[in-house]
Structures are given as structure tokens and as C-alpha cells.
């Protein structure tokens, strides 16, 4: 199985491919999809969808993982990140993939055993899981690849 995870975002969108051989994760690919700032908003999304496309074709998924939305402060922000969030998904759709969805708590359960983890704990689980140097940066494509990885730690039952 090849999962594909997103941590939406306008400015960076995170993602990260993983495939599962036996029991274990391998890191395929991982990465970002960055827009520029100060453009419109149409055109930041069309770039969303255009580097979603191409990274799912290359990659070739069978499911998609995205995180949910958890926003307590910034509406205006919230919005524009629930838009990417609805691109990503609409693409993952026109691929023809089932996609699962994890809040930030689900996703810091299943990697750490503690839904109020911080970054670097998710992070550092994600370097293990994958058998990784490093932790991934930047954080947003981290935070892909774990909920990728939670994905496939809730599709066997944990």
C-alpha cells in the first residue's frame, strides 16, 4: 500500500508519500508545495491543484490522509487553509483515491500515545518510523508524513 499525506495550507502545503512493506513504513517521497504571498487566491489554489496532480501521478497513491482543521484564533486564516484543504481533497478525489481524514489529536495519539504531544515529539516519532537520519523539515511536510503514518497505524488496528 502507498499512502499519500497532506497538511493543508495556502502559503506551504505539506506532503508526504509513504509505502508499507509487511509492517513497516518507507519513506517514498516528501516535501512542499509552496505559493507566493500577496497573490490571489484563485491562483495559489490553481497551484495547489496543478502540484497535487502532478505529485499523485508521479507517486501513483492508494489512499490519501489529511489532517482536519483545528483552528481556535485566526478566522481569516482558518478560511484560507480550509480552502487548500478542500483542493487537496478534491484532487485526491479526481484521483480516484478513498481519503481519510485525522485531527491534529488522532494523528499526535497514534504516533506518540499522547494526543497532547508537542512538535518535536511527533516529529522525532516520525524520523523512527521512517528510519530517518533526520527529522523531516520542513515541519509542515513532517506533520504530512505522520498523518500519513497514522493512516496506516489506524488501517491495522494499532
Not at 502532478?54 to 490522509?65: H, R, S
Not at 497514534?110 to 523512527?128: C, F, H, N, P, W
Request: a neutral charge; hydrophobic letters at 45%; aromatic letters at 4%.
Amino acid at each position: 500500500m502507498r499512502i499519500i499525506g497532506i497538511d493543508p495550507g495556502t502559503g506551504i502545503l505539506g506532503f508526504g508519500v509513504i509505502d508499507i512493506v509487511g509492517n513497516k513504513t518507507k519513506l517514498v517521497t516528501a516535501g512542499v508545495i509552496t505559493t507566493p504571498a500577496h497573490t490571489p487566491i484563485d491562483e495559489r489554489l490553481e497551484e495547489i491543484f496543478d502540484g497535487l496532480t502532478e505529485i499523485i501521478a508521479e507517486t501513483k497513491p492508494n489512499v490519501m490522509a489529511i489532517e482536519k482543521l483545528f483552528f481556535s484564533r485566526n478566522v481569516t486564516t482558518a478560511i484560507s487553509v480550509a480552502q487548500a484543504r478542500g483542493v487537496a481533497m478534491l484532487t485526491g478525489r479526481k484521483a480516484k483515491l478513498p481519503i481519510a481524514e485525522y485531527t491534529p489529536q488522532q494523528i499526535k495519539q497514534s504516533l506518540t500515545g499522547y494526543g497532547k504531544a508537542d512538535k518535536k515529539q511527533v516529529q522525532e516519532m516520525v524520523r523512527i518510523q521512517l528510519a530517518l537520519a533526520e527529522a523531516p523539515k520542513p515541519d509542515d511536510c513532517a506533520d504530512a508524513l505522520a498523518a500519513a503514518i497514522t493512516h496506516f497505524m489506524m488501517s491495522r488496528g494499532m
